[in-house]
């Protein structure tokens, strides 16, 4: 398998490579096709030039032609490639190059052939013909033979093979400077990846400490790094919990054992008469451990996706009140003052398990609001969901603790004193429930005092 860097390169080499070679076709065809198509055309000006010229050597006084010159004009374009045949008026013969010096003639024709099929170019010499008038009266027709559709000299032919050579020697830059800049490029890119796989690797081996230090300025690469420092902090708070958890459970066990092992050894060894009312202490301790076993097979039934909803139109303001009417010995007990309220707000969800999210929540707004305290159960509609929300004024919640308190077997109260904290388990088997039916619950303190839970669930369920 090849590197990240090595692939980078080598794709960023091979696109430089087609773009500067389509570029270098491109404009060398370009290049060739204008300045052939310009050869072409100041030829056939040229050749016009000669003809216009030729006028000027007839003697319209003397009704002559002045062959002097016309001979000397044939010479300078023969040398050019030019073979000129002069008729006058009457069609009756007054120049022809050909006839005058057949030898120069096919010498410099073959020259010229020679030299465009050396260069892989392909044509023949054609003859065109131009009428000659002399102060608006035709003196007769000029034909003039060159090699077409054009013809280059050896400077023209220099020119062209100095221009691809000179694009050849741009792509041969080009080429190697892609090398570099795609390696470079490549390398910034590979290596706060290969850092990252690195990392990954530790948190894979149990270090959740570690973390990506510096900063990339590529968008998805920083994207990924701090992915990898979230997924790095998650799991060391989810290892924090875990032990946690496992000292919580050892906690939780170790009490009602302890309690009933020393129960049972003292009857045993006569200390303690085995009484009904030891007994039922015993049993209780049981019932305890039945009870702690049971939370944590509802919680792990909820987690699991094992939530079996029938799920209906529940009115959330009504079933609140009908919760909170359960609770009324409780309130009366402790001198608490209940208040409900809010807007009807109707969701597609389980009565009976939101009935046990709304008990839950009571139950632990009832345990720690202070005798005389108050209670509010509020209800609200939007469009999309319907919220719930249960106040007090307890002494609230730690702010360091609020993050876990929705966490199996945690408590703010670190005694674990569990008349009156409980196992931990209510607010998790809460969470457990809201997100099966697609909502979120989420706890805070209120500024005047106590703490606020609220729930919300989507109208329409999930």
Request: negative net charge.
């Amino acid at each position: 398998m090849r590197s990240l860097r090595t692939q980078l390169s080598l794709a960023i080499v091979l696109v430089v490579l087609l773009t500067v070679a389509l570029i270098s076709f491109l404009s060398n065809s370009l290049i060739n096709r204008q300045f052939e198509a310009y050869i072409a055309e100041q030829q056939r000006a040229h050749a016009a030039s000669i003809a216009e010229n030729l006028g000027q050597y007839y003697d319209s006084a003397a009704d002559a032609w002045d062959l002097t010159y016309v001979h000397a004009l044939s010479m300078y374009a023969l040398s050019d490639g030019y073979i000129i045949k002069v008729c006058d008026a009457e069609g009756g013969g007054v120049w022809d190059t050909e006839n005058h010096d057949m030898g120069a003639c096919r010498q410099i024709m073959g020259e010229i052939s020679a030299r465009m099929t050396d260069h892989g170019a392909s044509g023949e010499f054609a003859s065109q013909s131009y009428e000659l008038t002399r102060d608006g009266r035709k003196i007769g027709a000029a034909t003039i033979k060159y090699y077409g559709p054009f013809f280059l000299s050896e400077s023209d032919f220099s020119f062209l093979h100095a221009l691809n050579a000179i694009l050849l020697g741009i792509g041969a830059l080009s080429l190697l400077f892609s090398l570099m800049t795609g390696r470079l490029l490549a390398q910034r890119i590979a290596r706060p990846i290969r850092k990252t796989a690195r990392i990954a690797e530790q948190i894979a081996a149990g270090r959740y400490d570690v973390q990506f230090e510096g900063r990339t300025r590529t968008r998805e690469l920083h994207d990924l790094v701090c992915s990898i420092n979230r997924l790095a902090s998650a799991l060391a708070k989810q290892e924090d919990l875990r032990k946690q958890l496992t000292a919580d459970v050892a906690h939780e066990l170790r009490t009602p054992l302890t309690t009933l092992g020393a129960h049972l050894e003292a009857m045993l060894e006569q200390v303690w008469e085995p009484t009904p009312e030891r007994l039922k202490s015993c049993h209780e301790e049981i019932l305890r451990l039945g009870k702690m076993v049971a939370d944590l097979e509802r919680l792990e039934l909820m987690e699991n996706d094992g939530l079996k909803s029938e799920k209906s139109p529940v009115d959330l303001r009504a079933l609140s009140g009908t919760v909170c009417d359960n609770f009324a010995g409780q309130l009366a007990a402790k001198g608490l003052r209940l208040e409900t309220g809010g807007e009807d707000a109707t969701v597609c969800a389980d009565k009976d398990k939101l009935g046990g999210v709304m008990t839950n929540l009571l139950s632990n707004a009832v345990k720690y609001t202070p005798e005389g305290g108050t209670i509010r159960v509020l209800t609200r509609d939007t469009r999309e969901a319907g919220i719930i929300t249960v106040e007090d004024n307890g002494p609230g919640i730690p702010e360091a603790e609020l993050p876990f308190i929705f966490e199996r077997f945690y408590r703010a109260d670190k005694s674990r004193n569990r008349a009156t904290g409980g196992a931990g388990i209510g607010l998790a088997i809460v969470k457990s429930v809201v997100a099966a039916h697609g909502g979120s619950v989420t706890a805070e303190n209120r500024a005047e005092g106590g703490c606020r839970f609220t729930v919300t669930l989507p109208k329409q369920g999930r």
